[in-house]
């Protein structure tokens, strides 16, 4: 049986490889202005507080490698071939890479997927609009299609629940008074106002979850905002754990940001170094979900989603 080649864009924000790349990484981020020294050391300084390491870009490499090898296990015998490549939003290979390197490669049909189970049109859709504008700019073009979000995809639930419950065994209090926070990336509050999907998207995980953990003592919160003039999405994880603790007596607390699929600086900083430390002076024990990377899990939900999008669009 002849195999039909699929691409797949594996999609994600992208990290720097070494501490020498994060000036052209932080001035990517800033559409072409470079930092400014304190800002450019602001940023240096937290990569050095996590052991100068870059998580994501191995975390993204063996993702995108378990992806392409379920995918190619599963769906060999129906005659298709996989490849993934990836593409970044603010490191290389970029987004217009991967494109352009499926098509040098000869494939003429492709998913794309990103690394993040929500949908919002300033994150997941801006990646889908750069790599659906390189590929029409091909000459002789390359057809994709897009996955927009897998939320509630019931493996993703089940892989999160477990993580909750596993880190509402690490106290020694009743259930009742643990205190679980979801969270996720804030972003501009302007999307409320575009009806943007990314806010109930992220509840609605959050719900669910929650009902499956047997959960009754949770909220939700946002976190790593941009510093722009322009408000973004509240409140901010830290000011809700100071009001909880301050006001609400809470002093057993989960975080489990639900917007995060891999170890990287918003987790290993935002969270366990910050955040931590915030907690150590509120007399808070916290304790932090751990991340998906490579469950077995959270790649199937991938595959799902890729050969899902195939079908729905009657190319299989």
Request: net charge negative; with cysteine.
């Amino acid at each position: 049986m002849e195999q039909r080649k699929i691409g797949v864009l594996v999609m994600s924000y992208g990290t720097p490889e070494s501490l020498d790349q994060v000036e052209a990484y932080y001035t990517h981020i800033r559409r072409g202005h470079s930092p400014e020294p304190q800002q450019l050391k602001e940023l240096t300084d937290r990569y050095e507080a996590i052991g100068g390491l870059f998580p994501l870009r191995d975390n993204t490499n063996k993702q995108v490698q378990a992806l392409e090898d379920e995918l190619n296990r599963r769906y060999a015998g129906q005659g298709l071939q996989f490849a993934c490549y990836q593409g970044l939003k603010h490191a290389s290979p970029f987004i217009e890479d991967g494109v352009r390197q499926m098509a040098e490669d000869g494939l003429t049909e492709a998913v794309g997927i990103v690394l993040a189970p929500h949908y919002s049109v300033m994150s997941v859709g801006g990646y889908i609009k750069r790599a659906q504008e390189t590929a029409a700019a091909l000459p002789g073009g390359l057809s994709m299609h897009f996955v927009h979000s897998y939320h509630l995809h019931p493996q993703l639930i089940e892989a999160l629940t477990e993580r909750v419950n596993t880190a509402l065994q690490r106290f020694d209090a009743d259930r009742n008074e643990i205190r679980v926070i979801f969270s996720a990336h804030s972003l501009p509050e302007k999307i409320v106002e575009m009806g943007d999907p990314y806010p109930k998207q992220l509840h609605e995980t959050a719900q669910r979850i929650a009902e499956a953990a047997g959960v009754s003592n949770w909220q939700f919160a946002w976190q790593s905002a941009g510093q722009t003039s322009v408000p973004w999405l509240g409140p901010d994880i830290s000011e809700v754990l100071r009001h909880i603790a301050s006001e609400e007596g809470v002093r057993y607390v989960i975080s489990c940001p639900i917007g995060f699929v891999s170890d990287h600086l918003e987790v290993l900083y935002d969270i366990d170094i910050e955040l931590q430390g915030i907690a150590a002076e509120l007399g808070v024990q916290l304790e932090r979900t751990a991340s998906l990377n490579t469950d077995p899990r959270y790649i199937s939900v991938l595959a799902d989603a890729v050969y899902g999008e195939l079908k729905m669009k009657q190319t299989v």
